[in-house]
């Protein structure tokens, strides 16, 4: 079992910047995916931002640009730097965190993220 534990999500004015962290523990695999999704109310959930454990990162097109993932194997921990943030990043962002070549899939309990404009 991987636990996660976010935080940093709030309210924030249009343009504005958040950042928001997930820490995973438990059972580790090493070689890892590590991301952020969010849901906005009435939609579906979205991938925003991935990370493998060896680095490589890519983004949905509609925050490139703007939002920046990083992480700390160190620290098992991911980073979501989301700057110039628009009404339409609205919504509840979850951590996930995915083993290479398993089957399970980890999400963290989800952290709410409001732009006004």
């Known amino acids: 079992q991987v636990q996660l534990v976010e935080s940093g999500g709030g309210l924030v004015q249009a343009g504005g910047s958040l950042r928001l962290s997930c820490a995973a523990s438990?059972?580790?695999?090493?070689?890892?995916?590590m991301g952020w999704y969010r849901q906005a109310p009435g939609k579906q959930r979205e991938s925003v931002a991935l990370?493998?454990?060896?680095?490589?990162?890519n983004y949905a097109d509609s925050v490139k640009g703007r939002f920046t993932i990083s992480r700390d194997n160190a620290k098992n921990t991911v980073y979501l730097q989301m700057n110039s943030l628009k009404p339409e990043d609205t919504g509840v962002y979850y951590c996930?965190?995915?083993?290479?070549?398993?089957?399970?899939?980890?999400w963290g309990q989800g952290t709410q993220v409001t732009v006004s404009s």
């Open positions: 996930n965190f995915h083993p290479i070549g398993k089957l399970n899939d980890y």
């Open positions: 990370i493998t454990s060896g680095g490589s990162a």
């Open positions: 438990g059972n580790i695999y090493v070689i890892n995916v």
